[in-house]
């Protein structure tokens, strides 16, 4: 069967600097990640030395201030980054998203300080972080999370546990969500807990559909002790913190999304015109032409739903709602495409000697994390018709 090479996306962006960047993060991607990456997500294994790549070219920090080792880029140009990465594995541009994510609270709200003192290793010294919100008992539901900090001399003791935590065990450093004092939103403190501190461990990676080569662990916290001075924001304003992070995490998530599924229509398109039945392509029939158009259509609405998301918050204008429906639609999209590639590649397609399958079954995550798509539909409501009435 002939190969039909993928031609790069052809993006619109705002500068010279920006096209140099997104050449250099495809070059890496074909050079160091796509040849070993179904290999590595079949056997689980967590590529830590593509992540110390990107860190030494300039690619953990793209949206942040270079005054402490960032890019200085728009989260127009980040979130692209993010979609070549994670079309060709979506373990490292969704870990890339996820450390992003981690780094936001210190990097947002964190003091002079704190940014001068912590953010240059996160951002550019090889630290891989983690975001530390969810709980057996609270996901979709986070404010009645239940781990607490409680003030000890110029400190804080922090228990509890966290689930479901990309990079768990793994990460250098943790932006833990834990109740300083009422219960519900008012009553969370965010901090920023190093990987090697004592009394905090990890349980066994989750065993998953898809992402194997991605860590998903409980992190326990047995009386975690650090100082004030690692407590980001004010007393009671971690949720807020939290919430504000993961409107700008949720674009990560959208544009992971389209690489994903942007890298799932550049297999069937390839084997659709490789694959002879009846004395023809199988591309020349009209269904399935219909299929990859539906696909190519659903992905380009995708990216510029994101991009759209992304520019309003460039501006510094709300965004919430936006990224909201991006990563609903992307989330949505990057399910339906994938199992439409799957379709077109029809019994290959259901063979691990393909990456189809693969693809979809990475596709599911994306509609369940930082906020699963039901919890998006509501965001969304909540913005249009206000809040609900009880």
């Known amino acids: 069967m002939p190969d039909r090479a993928p031609q790069p996306v052809d993006r619109q962006l705002p500068t010279d600097e920006a096209r140099d960047l997104i050449s250099l993060v495809r070059d890496i991607a074909q050079r160091e990640i796509a040849p070993k990456a179904a290999e590595e997500e079949d056997a689980g294994r967590f590529p830590r030395e ?20 960032g890019g200085d880029q728009p989260y127009e140009v980040y979130l692209q980054v993010l979609e070549e990465l994670a079309a060709v594995r979506l373990t490292v541009g969704l870990g890339l998203s996820v450390h992003t994510l981690a780094a936001y609270g210190l990097a947002t709200y ?3 300080q704190q940014q001068v003192e912590h953010l240059p290793a996160m951002l550019g010294g090889g630290l891989l972080g983690a975001y530390a919100l969810s709980e057996p008992s609270s996901g979709s539901d986070a404010a ?11 400190g804080w003791v922090i228990t509890g546990t966290k689930s479901w ?20 939103p008012r009553g969370i403190t965010a901090f920023l807990v ?26 326990h916290l047995d009386g975690v002790r650090v100082s004030d001075g690692r407590r980001i924001g004010e007393e009671g304003q971690g949720f807020a913190i939290a919430l504000s992070a993961l409107d700008s995490g949720r674009l990560g998530i959208a544009a992971c999304a389209i690489g994903l599924a942007q890298a799932a229509l550049d297999e069937a398109v390839g084997y659709a015109a490789g694959r002879q039945q009846f004395g023809r392509p199988i591309a020349d029939f009209q269904g399935l032409r219909f299929m990859l158009a539906d696909m190519a259509t659903r992905i380009e609405a995708g990216r510029a739903l994101y991009l759209a998301a992304a520019r309003l918050r460039d501006a510094g204008r709300p965004f919430a709602r936006q990224a909201a429906m991006a990563k609903l639609f992307c989330t949505d999209t990057a399910m339906q495409v994938t199992t439409d590639a799957v379709q077109v590649l029809g019994g290959y397609g259901y063979t691990a000697d393909f990456p189809a399958e693969r693809y979809m079954r990475e596709a599911k995550v994306l509609q369940i994390v930082e906020g699963t798509n039901q919890i998006q539909r509501m965001v969304i409501a909540r913005h249009l018709a206000g809040p609900e009435t009880r």
């Not at 992540?51 to 949206?63: H, Q, T, Y």
């Not at 009394?199 to 662990?217: D, N």
Request: no cysteine; charged share 25%.
């Open 50 to 69: 593509v992540f110390a790549l990107l860190s030494e070219s300039g690619l953990l920090g793209l949206p942040y201030d270079s005054e402490y080792g």
């Open 110 to 112: 964190g003091t002079k």
């Open 144 to 154: 009645s999370l239940r781990t607490r900090a409680v003030r000890d001399g110029d």
């Open 165 to 184: 935590i990309t990079h768990g065990g793994v990460a250098d450093f943790y932006t833990v969500m834990a109740r300083t004092g009422e219960d519900g």
């Open 194 to 219: 190093p990987g090697d501190a004592e009394g905090l461990s990890a349980a066994a990676p989750e065993r998953k559909m898809g992402l194997k080569g991605s860590p998903t662990a409980q992190i």
